[in-house]
């Protein structure tokens, strides 16, 4: 019974430091991020957009353009190949 007990104990230990190693990781690593201010968006005159995708799971990878730029008031519409 002991040795299940101790068993437990250092599995529950290295799962908490290794979640403490991830976090600590992030956070360095979020630090160093850093983002030129977008211009090119931001002086159009026509805010329109069409965003075609060959199926519907594949628009995921331009779901942070799309929102920026409904954010900025632009009318975006998407077209599906495969729906």
């Known amino acids: ?27 360095y690593i979020s630090s160093a991020d850093t983002y030129e201010e977008e211009v090119f968006l931001q002086s159009e005159k026509n805010k329109t957009a ?15 353009t799309i929102s920026h730029l409904c954010a900025n008031g632009w009318e975006v519409r998407e077209l599906c190949e495969k729906c």
């Open 1 to 27: 019974m002991r040795n299940i007990r101790t068993t437990i104990v250092i599995a529950v230990s290295v799962f908490i430091l290794s979640i403490g190693a991830n976090i600590g990781y992030l956070y």
């Open 50 to 64: 069409l965003i075609i995708v060959a199926h519907d799971d594949d628009a995921i990878s331009m779901s942070g």
